[in-house]
Structures are given as C-alpha cells and as structure tokens.
C-alpha cells in the first residue's frame, strides 16, 4: 500500500494559473519534503517540514510556497506557474530521528504540465 | 556544500552483463541510500548503508558503502530489462535529522 500519496498524478494548468499540489502520508514521519525533478536530473530541495518548522532552500523561487496543516499533510503552491516550472514535483517523507531518520521515502510524484 | 558524484552518468548494456555504479564524495557521511527510478515514478529506496565498509545484498544487486564512508558501490550481476532506470545515491551527513544530498544519478539500460 502506498505511504506517501500524491494528488493528482498529472496536473495541466495555465501560465500564470494558480496550481497546488498535495501530499498525504500514512508513516507519522515527522519531516516531509517537497523536490522538483526535471527531466533526467536529480530531485532538487524545494523545501520541507520538520512537524511545523518550515525550512526553505535558498535557491527556492518565491513563487512555490507550503503548507502543513497536519502531520500527514502537506501542499506545494505555486502560485504563478511559468513553462519553467514545468516538472515532476515529489512529495517525500522521513522519521527525522535515529539512523534511519535520514532515509526518504518518496510519493510517486505529480507531473505538472504549463501551457 | 556537499556534493556527491556518479558515474557513470549512462549506461547500455546487453542483457546477462555485470554492472557497477559508483557514488563518490569529499565528503564524510553517517549514512548513504540508493534509490531506483523508473521513468514518470517517484525514487524507490533500495538499501541504506550506514557502517562504513559495510556490504547489503538484495537479489542480483550488491552494496558496499566505502571504509571512509565517503563513497559507494551498486554492483548488478547479470542485469535485466527490468533492472533499466535511473540510479540515485544520496548521502546524509550525521545522525538523526539531517538535509540529504543526492547525486545526479546514473541512467541505465539494458537491452534485451
């Protein structure tokens, strides 16, 4: 069963057309991550959550913000989407404590199409 | 900055061929994940290695995370068109919660 749960799947929006994605996870983790992937590259950071503490890269355009109103959620707003931000988004999560407190576990990602 | 290398970056290979995939780094880490990736999926954790020189098996893939524990290896016995996918390493840089690292990934296929 999945435990990190991406909505939707495939998202087709607009230039400049507000979109948000959301995360949902089943393993209480405490930190939850949201990368952009591009086609062939690495997942880079966006930004995540350790349970509230809200921790942006600096590198992070203004433009993608987020939400966790809950442990098991979280959400990606971008909110004037540019044919750049055209990417799978990965929403990830990780316990945040002990050895395994680094390993991620990642959600099947969000394709985001900008037109 | 840490930054974590991988090589090499492409790979084609026939099927039934041996493989090894490399994760080097300056840099120290407490522990090291290998992930696969299928294309239009997200990465899917194969193994964490966490003691330095230690080896993990799964099937046909073989991991050994270097002495130093700034480097790794993910060997592939007799690879498979299944096996075909993007490997990810990625490094942590002590216990408990820490920002991960990932490496640019090697991009694999096997060909029937």
């Known amino acids: 069963d999945a435990m990190v749960i991406q909505n939707p799947r495939y998202q087709v929006t607009q230039f400049g057309k507000p979109v948000t994605l959301s995360c949902s996870q089943t393993?209480?983790?405490?930190?939850m991550y949201w990368y952009q992937q591009k086609s062939s590259q690495a997942p880079k950071l966006l930004f995540h959550?350790?349970?509230?503490?809200?921790?942006n890269e600096a590198d992070t355009p203004d433009n993608f913000q987020s939400r966790r109103p809950n442990t098991s959620f979280c959400f990606l707003d971008i909110r004037s989407p540019g044919l750049g931000d055209a990417a799978m988004y990965l929403c990830a999560t990780s316990m945040g404590q002990g050895y395994s407190g680094n390993t991620i576990y990642f959600g099947e990602g969000s394709w985001l199409t900008v037109v | 900055t840490q930054l974590l290398e991988q090589s090499p970056q492409f790979l084609s290979i026939q099927e039934g061929e041996n493989l090894t995939v490399y994760c080097n780094s300056s840099s120290v880490f407490s522990s090291l994940q290998w992930y696969r990736q299928e294309p239009g999926e997200g990465p899917v954790l194969l193994v964490t290695?966490?003691?330095?020189?230690e080896v993990k098996k799964l099937k046909r893939l073989t991991f050994q995370f270097g002495d130093a524990r700034k480097d790794s290896s993910l060997h592939i016995t007799a690879a498979q068109p299944g096996d075909t996918g993007l490997y990810l390493c990625?490094?942590?840089?002590?216990?408990?919660?820490?920002?991960?690292?990932f490496g640019i990934g090697t991009k694999l296929q096997v060909i029937p």
């Open positions: 393993l209480n983790h405490n930190v």
């Open positions: 290695v966490v003691t330095g020189g």
């Open positions: 959550y350790y349970d509230k503490d809200f921790n």
């Open positions: 990625a490094g942590a840089n002590s216990g408990g919660y820490q920002k991960v690292t």
